[in-house]
C-alpha cells in the first residue's frame, strides 16, 4: 500500500492491555450515556409495538370486562330470590320474570346479580326451566375490572413488549404507546482484500460475510443496523467513513482492522477521533477487540476472523444494545453436561468453546467442535458454548461442564448422537431426517473411528460410525468390537461400503501413480487424525509396501474430515491427501482408488429400540438415501441398516 498520504503505515500498534471481560465490560458501560438519544422517542400504534422498549410506564385507561360480564353459557338470575333451593326444593322459574338465557361474555344487568351454567338447567319449555342446585351471589359472573381496572399499571417503563403485552394494552384501552428508539448501529467493512457475495472470487480475495452476520444481530437484539460500503485499507478512507457514521447512528462498528497489524488502523482512528477505552480482552477468540467512544458514542472495532467477530459482538455489542433501551444482559438457557474429550485451555484467556452436545442414557453429553477464529461452520452447528475461565488449564474427559445453549433444549433432547469417524452421507442422512419432518436431531462430532469406539464404550453417544481394518484378517470393524468392547452388549447397523483412495489435483500433475510416491521428497501429503479408520488403513498400506513415515512429507499434518483433506488438494497446499472418493467428486479431483472398505455404525444393543436409532434405521434402508449416495459417487450398499452380531 502506498504510504505517503497516511504516514501511519509503518507504526504497528501495541495493545494497551488485555483486560478481563467483566471488567472490560463494565469499565465501558460506566462511561457511555445514551441520555440525549433516549430522551426522543416515539409514539407508535400499540398493534406495531412488538419489540419495542417502553418509555414510561403504560396505566389503563378502562376497566376489562367493562361490564359485569357472564362467565359461561346458562341463565341469569337474582341470586337473593333463589335462597332455599336445593335438591329436596327444586324451583320452576319463567323466562323474562325470574330468568333470562346468557352467554358467556353477556351483561348481566340489574336485577341479575348471578349465572346458572346451562349443565344445571332442566328445560321445561320455551319459557320455563327448573333449577335444584342453591345460587350464591355473583356466581359465574366476571365482576367489572376483573382483569384489568382502570388507573392499574399494566407494563412498566423500560418493558419490551410482547405479544402477549399487547392484549392486555388493547383491553385496558391503550391504543397508542410511547417507545424509545431503536439504537441505530452503524457497521463500516474495511479490508481491501474483502467482495460481496456472488462476486468473482480470486486468490487474495474474502467474501465480507461478518458485516451481514451484524446487521442480522443487530436487529434480533431490537435494533435498526444501517451498514456501509466496504473501505479499502487506507487510514484516510476509513477515518471518513467513522466520522459519517458516527454522525449518522448511535453506535458504529468496525469490522476488522482491530488487531496490532501496520495496517490496522481502528485502534488509531479511534484515538485520533476520540478516545479508546480498552484494546484487548482476555479472551479466545475475540482478543483485538477495540472499545472506543467518540462524540459520545461508542464505536468499537472487531476482528475479522468470523467467530471472533461473533463473540465480540455477543460479549460487547449486544450489552451495549441492550443498555440503550435499559435493558438487561442474560446469558442464555444453560444445562449441565459431561465432557466426552479432553479440553485444555490456557491460562491466560477465558475461552468460548463451541461444542455438540445430546442427550445420551438419561445425561447430556458435550463434544468440542473446531476451535479455530476462522471456522464459521463451528458455529453453524454449535449446540452450545462452554466458557473456560481464565486460570483454568481445561476439564477431564467426563467432567460435568455447564454449557450456554445456543438451540432449544428441546431440540437437543430429540437429537441422536454419533461421535466417530467422518464421511459427508451423515450430512445425507441428517438431511433426509430434516426434509421428512421428522422429530429427531443427527448431531455428528468427528473424532475417528477409534474415538468414536471410546465413546460408546463411555456411554457417550448412541452411534458410533466406524471403518477399521483388520492387519492380520483383511476384515473391517467386527474384529474391533471384540478387542475393545467384548464387555459390552453391542451390534453392529451395517452401513454401506465405500472406496478410499488418493485424493489428487486434476490432471494428477506430479504423476502420481500410488502409495510409494509418497515418499518422494517433492511430493506434499496431507494426512487424517491419528485414531480414524483412514489413517489406520495408510499406515497398513505403508507398512505393507515396507515404506517409513519419517519420508512422507506432511505425515503429521493432519485434517479431521475427508472433506478438509480435499480442499487441502484442491487449495494447492498439498499434492496428495488420502480420503473417500465422495469428497474427491465434491472437489471435482481426481482420484487413484486403493481400496474398499466397510463404513458401519456401532450400538449399544440396550439403544435399539430407542426411536432415535430407529429412524435412523429406517433412513439407511430408504430409496432416497440410496438415490443421494449415488449422485456422490464411491458407495455401495450391502443390506444398509442390517443388525449383526460381533
Same mark, same amino acid.
Given at each position: 500500500?502506498?504510504?505517503?498520504?497516511?504516514?501511519?503505515?509503518? #507504526?504497528?500498534?501495541? *495493545?494497551?492491555?488485555?483486560?478481563?471481560?467483566?471488567?472490560?465490560?463494565?469499565?465501558?458501560?460506566?462511561?457511555?450515556?445514551?441520555? @440525549?438519544?433516549?430522551?426522543?422517542?416515539?409514539?407508535?400504534?400499540?398493534?406495531?409495538?412488538?419489540?419495542?422498549?417502553?418509555?414510561?410506564?403504560?396505566?389503563?385507561?378502562?376497566?376489562?370486562?367493562?361490564?359485569?360480564?357472564?362467565?359461561?353459557?346458562?341463565?341469569?338470575? +337474582?341470586?337473593?330470590?333463589?335462597?332455599?333451593?336445593?335438591?329436596?326444593?327444586?324451583?320452576?322459574?319463567?323466562?323474562?320474570?325470574?330468568?333470562?338465557?346468557?352467554?358467556?361474555?353477556?351483561?348481566?344487568?340489574?336485577?341479575?346479580?348471578?349465572?346458572?351454567?346451562? %349443565?344445571?338447567?332442566?328445560?321445561?319449555?320455551?319459557?320455563?326451566?327448573?333449577?335444584?342446585?342453591?345460587?350464591?351471589?355473583?356466581?359465574?359472573?366476571?365482576?367489572?375490572?376483573?382483569?384489568?381496572?382502570?388507573?392499574?399499571?399494566?407494563?412498566?417503563?423500560?418493558?419490551?413488549?410482547?405479544?402477549?403485552?399487547?392484549?392486555?394494552?388493547?383491553?385496558?384501552?391503550?391504543?397508542?404507546?410511547?417507545?424509545?428508539?431503536?439504537?441505530?448501529?452503524?457497521?463500516?467493512?474495511?479490508?481491501?482484500?474483502?467482495?460481496?457475495?456472488?462476486?468473482?472470487?480470486?486468490?487474495?480475495?474474502?467474501?465480507?460475510?461478518?458485516?451481514?452476520?451484524?446487521?442480522?444481530?443487530?436487529?434480533?437484539?431490537?435494533?435498526?443496523?444501517?451498514?456501509?460500503?466496504?473501505?479499502?485499507?487506507? *487510514?484516510?478512507?476509513?477515518?471518513?467513513?467513522? !466520522?459519517?457514521?458516527?454522525? #449518522?447512528?448511535?453506535?458504529?462498528?468496525?469490522?476488522?482492522?482491530?488487531?496490532?497489524?501496520?495496517?490496522?488502523?481502528? &485502534?488509531?482512528?479511534?484515538?485520533?477521533?476520540?478516545?479508546?477505552?480498552?484494546?484487548?480482552?482476555?479472551?479466545?477468540?475475540?482478543?483485538?477487540?477495540?472499545?472506543?467512544?467518540? $462524540?459520545?458514542?461508542?464505536?468499537?472495532?472487531?476482528?475479522?476472523?468470523?467467530?471472533?467477530?461473533?463473540?465480540?459482538? /455477543?460479549?460487547?455489542?449486544?450489552?451495549?444494545?441492550?443498555?440503550?433501551?435499559?435493558?438487561?444482559?442474560? /446469558?442464555?438457557?444453560?444445562?449441565?453436561?459431561?465432557?466426552?474429550?479432553?479440553?485444555?485451555?490456557?491460562?491466560?484467556?477465558? +475461552?468460548?468453546?463451541?461444542?455438540?452436545?445430546?442427550?445420551?442414557? $438419561?445425561?447430556?453429553?458435550?463434544?468440542?467442535?473446531?476451535?479455530?477464529?476462522?471456522?464459521?461452520?463451528?458455529?453453524?452447528?454449535?449446540?452450545? !458454548?462452554?466458557?473456560?475461565?481464565?486460570?483454568? +488449564?481445561?476439564? /477431564?474427559?467426563? @467432567?460435568?461442564? %455447564?454449557?450456554?445453549?445456543? &438451540?432449544?433444549? +428441546?431440540?437437543?433432547?430429540?437429537?441422536?448422537?454419533?461421535?466417530?469417524?467422518?464421511?459427508?452421507?451423515?450430512?445425507?442422512?441428517?438431511?433426509?431426517?430434516?426434509?421428512?419432518?421428522?422429530?429427531?436431531?443427527?448431531?455428528?462430532?468427528?473424532?475417528?473411528?477409534?474415538?468414536?469406539?471410546?465413546?460408546?464404550?463411555?456411554?457417550?453417544?448412541?452411534?458410533?460410525?466406524?471403518?477399521?481394518?483388520?492387519?492380520?484378517?483383511?476384515?473391517?470393524?467386527?474384529?474391533?468390537?471384540?478387542?475393545?468392547?467384548?464387555?459390552?452388549?453391542?451390534?453392529?447397523?451395517?452401513?454401506?461400503?465405500?472406496? $478410499?483412495?488418493?485424493?489428487?489435483?486434476?490432471?494428477?500433475?506430479?504423476?502420481?501413480?500410488?502409495?510409494?510416491?509418497?515418499?518422494?521428497?517433492?511430493?506434499?501429503?496431507?494426512? &487424517?487424525?491419528?485414531?480414524?479408520?483412514?489413517?489406520?488403513?495408510?499406515?497398513?498400506?505403508?507398512?505393507?509396501?515396507?515404506?517409513?513415515?519419517?519420508?512422507?512429507?506432511?505425515?503429521?499434518?493432519?485434517?479431521?474430515?475427508?472433506?478438509?483433506?480435499?480442499?487441502?488438494?484442491?487449495?494447492?497446499?498439498?499434492?496428495?491427501?488420502?480420503?473417500?472418493?465422495?469428497?474427491?467428486?465434491?472437489?471435482?479431483?481426481?482420484?487413484?482408488?486403493?481400496?474398499?472398505?466397510? *463404513?458401519?455404525f456401532v450400538i449399544l444393543k440396550e439403544n435399539l429400540d430407542d426411536p432415535r436409532v430407529q429412524i435412523f434405521i429406517q433412513v439407511l434402508k430408504s430409496q432416497e438415501f440410496k438415490e443421494a449416495l449415488k449422485r456422490l459417487g464411491g458407495y455401495e450398499l450391502e443390506q444398509p441398516?442390517?443388525?449383526?452380531?460381533?
Amino acid at each position: 500500500m502506498n504510504t505517503e498520504n497516511t504516514g501511519k503505515k509503518d #507504526e504497528r500498534n501495541l *495493545y494497551l492491555k488485555n483486560e478481563d471481560l467483566d471488567v472490560a465490560v463494565a469499565k465501558y458501560l460506566a462511561l457511555l450515556s445514551f441520555t @440525549e438519544a433516549q430522551e426522543k422517542g416515539r409514539l407508535l400504534p400499540v398493534i406495531e409495538a412488538q419489540g419495542w422498549v417502553t418509555k414510561e410506564p403504560v396505566f389503563a385507561k378502562i376497566s376489562s370486562p367493562y361490564y359485569n360480564a357472564s362467565a359461561m353459557d346458562g341463565i341469569c338470575v +337474582e341470586a337473593m330470590a333463589m335462597i332455599g333451593v336445593d335438591e329436596r326444593h327444586p324451583r320452576t322459574l319463567t323466562k323474562g320474570t325470574d330468568f333470562n338465557f346468557v352467554d358467556t361474555g353477556d351483561v348481566i344487568a340489574d336485577p341479575y346479580n348471578a349465572v346458572v351454567m346451562i %349443565e344445571d338447567v332442566m328445560i321445561k319449555s320455551d319459557d320455563e326451566i327448573s333449577i335444584n342446585n342453591p345460587v350464591s351471589l355473583w356466581q359465574n359472573v366476571r365482576p367489572i375490572g376483573e382483569d384489568i381496572v382502570a388507573g392499574e399499571l399494566i407494563i412498566p417503563a423500560y418493558h419490551q413488549v410482547r405479544p402477549i403485552d399487547l392484549g392486555a394494552l388493547l383491553a385496558g384501552g391503550i391504543t397508542e404507546l410511547e417507545v424509545m428508539d431503536k439504537p441505530r448501529v452503524g457497521i463500516i467493512p474495511t479490508g481491501t482484500e474483502l467482495v460481496e457475495a456472488g462476486a468473482a472470487m480470486a486468490v487474495g480475495k474474502i467474501i465480507d460475510s461478518n458485516t451481514h452476520m451484524f446487521v442480522g444481530l443487530v436487529q434480533e437484539y431490537g435494533g435498526v443496523a444501517k451498514r456501509y460500503q466496504t473501505v479499502r485499507d487506507d *487510514y484516510e478512507l476509513i477515518k471518513s467513513a467513522i !466520522i459519517k457514521a458516527v454522525d #449518522e447512528n448511535d453506535m458504529v462498528l468496525i469490522s476488522a482492522g482491530s488487531s496490532a497489524g501496520t495496517e490496522d488502523y481502528t &485502534r488509531k482512528l479511534i484515538e485520533e477521533l476520540g478516545e479508546v477505552v480498552v484494546h484487548g480482552v482476555a479472551i479466545k477468540p475475540g482478543k483485538p477487540v477495540v472499545l472506543g467512544i467518540v $462524540q459520545g458514542k461508542p464505536v468499537i472495532g472487531i476482528p475479522g476472523y468470523p467467530v471472533s467477530a461473533y463473540f465480540v459482538f /455477543e460479549s460487547f455489542v449486544k450489552p451495549v444494545m441492550l443498555a440503550f433501551n435499559h435493558q438487561t444482559f442474560t /446469558e442464555g438457557v444453560t444445562i449441565k453436561a459431561v465432557l466426552s474429550k479432553r479440553l485444555m485451555s490456557s491460562l491466560k484467556y477465558l +475461552e468460548f468453546v463451541r461444542m455438540k452436545c445430546g442427550r445420551v442414557n $438419561q445425561r447430556f453429553v458435550a463434544t468440542p467442535l473446531d476451535r479455530g477464529a476462522g471456522v464459521t461452520m463451528s458455529l453453524v452447528n454449535a449446540d452450545g !458454548i462452554l466458557k473456560i475461565p481464565k486460570n483454568v +488449564e481445561g476439564y /477431564e474427559a467426563g @467432567e460435568e461442564v %455447564e454449557l450456554i445453549l445456543m &438451540r432449544p433444549r +428441546e431440540e437437543i433432547e430429540n437429537t441422536l448422537v454419533s461421535i466417530g469417524s467422518h464421511d459427508v452421507l451423515m450430512d445425507m442422512v441428517a438431511n433426509i431426517i430434516h426434509k421428512n419432518k421428522q422429530l429427531v436431531n443427527l448431531s455428528s462430532a468427528h473424532v475417528g473411528s477409534l474415538g468414536g469406539i471410546m465413546a460408546i464404550k463411555k456411554g457417550e453417544c448412541h452411534i458410533a460410525p466406524i471403518h477399521l481394518l483388520d492387519e492380520e484378517t483383511g476384515t473391517y470393524n467386527l474384529t474391533y468390537l471384540k478387542r475393545y468392547l467384548a464387555d459390552e452388549a453391542v451390534v453392529l447397523i451395517k452401513g454401506v461400503k465405500r472406496t $478410499q483412495g488418493m485424493i489428487i489435483p486434476k490432471g494428477n500433475p506430479q504423476n502420481i501413480q500410488g502409495i510409494a510416491d509418497l515418499v518422494r521428497p517433492e511430493i506434499r501429503f496431507v494426512n &487424517r487424525q491419528r485414531g480414524s479408520g483412514t489413517r489406520v488403513l495408510l499406515d497398513y498400506l505403508l507398512k505393507t509396501a515396507q515404506l517409513d513415515t519419517n519420508q512422507v512429507l506432511g505425515y503429521s499434518r493432519e485434517m479431521n474430515t475427508h472433506m478438509m483433506v480435499a480442499s487441502a488438494v484442491k487449495s494447492g497446499s498439498c499434492d496428495v491427501g488420502i480420503g473417500v472418493l465422495s469428497a474427491a467428486n465434491m472437489m471435482a479431483l481426481d482420484f487413484i482408488p486403493i481400496g474398499e472398505e466397510a *463404513y458401519d455404525f456401532v450400538i449399544l444393543k440396550e439403544n435399539l429400540d430407542d426411536p432415535r436409532v430407529q429412524i435412523f434405521i429406517q433412513v439407511l434402508k430408504s430409496q432416497e438415501f440410496k438415490e443421494a449416495l449415488k449422485r456422490l459417487g464411491g458407495y455401495e450398499l450391502e443390506q444398509p441398516g442390517e443388525i449383526v452380531e460381533p
